[in-house]
């Protein structure tokens, strides 16, 4: 994402409202905290999830991990996106947003920030209207098709390594997405081309066919993306 590093100085603020597509922004924001030096990629001292609605247990389960001092750095992350958070929940994250400490940063994404309490709003550094581009997903998924099928396989348990082996983390499934999208887009300017390769329709069904299963509640992700990677 190109203005990241425009919108984020180095000295971070405490808590972050970002408007925008959760599915789009949370990992491309880790991955940008990554390389800035924020965050270790592997390390434990961050939270990254993303929820249809955030309820009063999530609120709870937010809380007692900001109560944990940071184990392998100086900073925690929170990078919370969420399509809906119910007022119950809005109260929890006010408290947290309320008492800030040195070593710990919320992102919270929503697709439309003036849903959230006013009292939120006035604590927070409000980022409006953020889109991604396709720069993250085609550079992953030309690094990916490049690599031989064994590296593919080795590549996906990487992947699956990096979101510490939680195949229903939000996260991974929204790389695995990007993954998938990238690799599709290759394949059809290679389609375009050649109209009549049966080979290239086969690969572009079978990459419809696999997002359409990572959107499945309990599906293998480490499964579909193996299958992407002897595919193509």
């Known amino acids: 994402m190109n203005n990241f590093s425009q919108l984020f100085p180095e000295n971070l603020y405490h808590s972050y409202v970002i408007?925008?597509?959760?599915?789009?922004?949370?990992?491309?924001?880790?991955?940008?905290?990554?390389?800035?030096?924020?965050?270790?990629k592997?390390?434990?001292?961050?939270?990254?999830?993303?929820y249809d609605a955030f309820n009063i247990e999530d609120g709870?389960?937010?809380?007692?991990?900001?109560?944990?001092?940071?184990?392998?750095?100086?900073?925690k992350i929170c990078i919370l996106g969420a399509k809906f958070i119910n007022r119950e929940a809005e109260q929890a994250l006010l408290k947290?947003?309320?008492?800030?400490?040195?070593?710990?940063?919320?992102?919270?994404?929503?697709?439309?920030?003036?849903?959230?309490?006013g009292t939120i709003l006035s604590r927070v550094h409000l980022i409006k209207n953020l889109k991604s581009d396709n720069k993250f997903e085609d550079k992953i998924?030309?690094?990916?098709?490049?690599?031989?099928?064994?590296?593919r396989i080795e590549k996906v348990a990487e992947i699956i390594k990096e979101f510490k082996d939680n195949e229903n983390s939000g996260g991974l499934r929204y790389y695995s997405i990007s993954l998938i999208n990238g690799i599709e887009r290759i394949v059809y300017e290679?389609?375009?081309?050649?109209?009549?390769?049966?080979?290239?329709?086969?690969?572009?069904?079978?990459?419809?066919?696999?997002?359409?299963?990572?959107?499945?509640?309990?599906?293998?992700?480490?499964?579909?993306?193996?299958?992407?990677a002897l595919v193509v």
Do not use: Q
Request: hydrophobic share 40%.
């Open 19 to 40: 408007e925008g597509d959760p599915l789009e922004i949370v990992y491309l924001l880790r991955i940008y905290l990554e390389e800035r030096g924020d965050v270790n």
């Open 141 to 151: 998924a030309g690094e990916f098709i490049k690599a031989s099928p064994k590296e």
């Open 190 to 228: 290679k389609w375009k081309k050649d109209l009549n390769s049966g080979e290239l329709k086969f690969i572009l069904g079978e990459l419809k066919n696999c997002r359409g299963y990572l959107s499945t509640p309990g599906a293998a992700v480490k499964m579909i993306l193996e299958h992407v």
């Open 42 to 50: 592997y390390s434990p001292d961050v939270m990254l999830n993303l």
């Open 96 to 117: 947290i947003i309320e008492e800030p400490t040195a070593e710990t940063h919320f992102f919270i994404v929503v697709p439309d920030s003036s849903l959230l309490l």
């Open 60 to 75: 709870h389960k937010l809380k007692e991990w900001y109560k944990n001092k940071p184990v392998d750095g100086k900073k």
